[in-house]
């Protein structure tokens, strides 16, 4: 048999659009001598859908597109198999389930559910769907298809150390004969996943002797990124095919001469990162509407990165750059502030908010009394340059982008209604230490892109005088690794300070930081997913809590 996996970038909710990425893919695989295509999990409707499923349109515009791509394809001398939002085979519990069915002569020739619902981390599906009561195989083309939806497939108790679920769907179809196991897709990207797939399938290759193949989604949807990277295993656990990472494509792989698209190897970290925030920004801006962005460039690393990105996402015709010095904004960062706009070959444009900052302080002064300058006059001016790039919004019907990092928006280190203002927060999964290694991934791009004298300056928000971000926390080379074990992977402060050496009342102190500023966090723009535990959809924390570890 010869195989296709349809890499294809899905928008949620577009069912005309999504069908006709189907079919596009679908005849380019027919015209390379594919007997079978498969698409993305729930690539019919887009994933992932969250509680639109609950709207019953939503479901029945699921099952008419589903007999429209039937018969729109009906001429393809191929099968299909496309991932939609089916009705439940449990009547008696939800009325939804995630499926997949099986295209070919103009029919829905056989469905199946998925069997295994995640509810960790990002993944939210038992609150939607009633999970598969069995699982069949399908015979297609002549061969014993076992056809698994994503999580169907991360449960092999030989591993696995601890699976989550008590049964195993795809050692239930190998039982029941497949030569051939399939899994369509929506698995979203962090670092290190992509190869973890591999070794998954690989081991469920060897140990059913049988070929393996995933498909999965490729785009931007809110807060996730999806790689696609879809790939086929051999039973002797030979890579066959494998796709190019962050692209949509069609990756051809002929089982029965154990070869297929064997595309570049994809990207390693932190080039990945790279490209799945030019991605999830691209298709976060257009996919809600949007073409032109406006950044506040400060001259630091952060809004250098974002400014890059934005440009290589949308193009520097679509992006507008703002300095707003202020202060105590030095000279130096107007420069690399203009020296950056002028190698991105954006727009740029100097709005000091010097004026408004002291006629606010005027206007204050009376309620204000004799207290000193402290925090307030700081975030005074962080809301001002708010403020103005919201005006510059507005007017210009453009998207803000804020910059703010992991590392800051973990401890506080940022001001609502600030600098924490926009629409989305690109590099909010970031941490500080990687933030400089992809802007090393930016000028290897565009040698020159950010100017050497933006990585040599020490951090500082420039809101007092000789400002810096030590003069408030650690530094980052010190402050990553601690916030990595605390938030990704949830270790307790006293084992983080054995483990690093740090001393324990330092440490406490980050993770009260981290802790207390959960209220900051939840009114923040969504941020785009790298890291294996971002802050948003994936962490769900009480804003009001008095838990300390």
């Known amino acids: 048999m010869r195989l296709a996996l349809g890499q294809i970038n899905p928008t949620v909710g577009d069912f005309d659009g999504n069908s006709q990425l189907i079919l596009e893919q679908a005849r380019q695989a027919v015209e390379r001598g594919a007997e079978l295509a498969l698409f993305p999990e729930l690539s019919l409707c887009g994933y992932p859908p969250r509680d639109l499923i609950e709207i019953p349109a939503f479901l029945e515009r699921n099952w008419k597109a589903l007999d429209a791509l039937a ?56 609150r939607y769907f009633a999970p598969a009561v069995s699982q069949q195989v399908c015979e297609i083309r002549g061969r014993r298809v076992g056809l698994t939806i994503c999580e169907d497939f991360w449960n092999d108790k030989e591993f696995w150390r601890s699976p989550r679920y008590p049964v195993d769907p795809v050692e239930e179809l190998a039982r029941q004969g497949a030569d051939l196991l399939v899994n369509i897709a929506s698995s979203p990207y962090h670092m290190g996943k992509r190869s973890f797939r591999e070794e998954m399938l690989r081991s469920a290759s060897l140990r059913h002797r049988v070929p393996t193949a995933m498909v999965n989604q490729v785009g931007g949807n809110d807060q996730l990124v999806f790689d696609g990277s879809s790939f086929a295993i051999g039973a002797d656990g030979t890579l066959l095919a494998r796709g190019r990472s962050f692209e949509p494509e069609v990756v051809l792989v002929d089982l029965e001469a154990g070869r297929g698209d064997l595309f570049e190897p994809s990207p390693e970290e932190p080039e990945a990162v790279y490209d799945a925030l030019v991605l999830g920004t691209r298709d976060y801006v257009r996919k809600c509407g949007f073409s032109n962005v406006v950044i506040g460039l400060s001259g630091g690393i952060d809004s250098s990165l974002t400014a890059a990105v934005a440009v290589e996402a949308l193009g520097a015709e679509n992006v507008l750059g703002v300095a707003m010095p202020g202060p105590y904004s030095s000279e130096g960062s107007l420069v690399d502030a203009r020296a950056l706009a002028a190698a991105c070959g954006i727009r740029f444009e100097v709005v000091s908010i010097n004026p408004a900052y002291k006629v606010f302080l005027e206007t204050l002064s009376p309620v204000f009394g004799h207290r000193g300058p402290d925090v307030t006059e700081e975030n005074l001016q962080a809301r001002l340059r708010g403020a103005t790039l919201m005006a510059l919004s507005n007017k210009f019907g453009a998207l803000v982008l804020t910059t703010g990092n992991k590392s800051e928006i973990a401890v506080g280190y940022c001001t609502l209604y600030g600098d924490m203002v926009g629409g989305l927060a690109v590099i909010s999964d970031v941490p500080k230490t990687l933030v400089y290694e992809l802007c090393r991934v930016a000028n290897r791009r565009k040698p020159g892109i950010i100017p050497q004298t933006v990585f040599d300056k020490p951090p500082s928000a420039e809101l007092r005088a000789d400002q810096k971000d030590t003069d408030s926390l650690p530094p980052y080379e010190v402050l990553d690794p601690l916030l990595r074990l605390y938030v990704e992977e949830r270790i307790e402060p006293a084992t983080i300070a ?52």
């Open 71 to 126: 018969e729109a394809s009906a001429d393809l001398d191929a099968a299909l198999i496309v991932g939609f939002v089916g009705p439940s085979d449990r009547p008696d519990e939800l009325r939804a389930a995630n499926c997949a069915a099986v295209l070919e002569g103009g029919q829905v020739r056989f469905v199946q559910r998925k069997m295994l619902l995640p509810t960790y981390d990002v993944f939210d599906e038992w």
């Open 498 to 549: 054995r483990e690093l050496e740090l001393p324990p009342q330092l440490v406490r102190d980050i993770c009260r930081m981290v802790d207390r500023n959960e209220y900051k966090r939840q009114q923040a723009a969504p941020g785009l997913r790298v890291t294996s535990k971002a802050f948003g959809v994936g962490r769900r924390l009480p804003i009001a809590q008095r838990f300390t570890p």
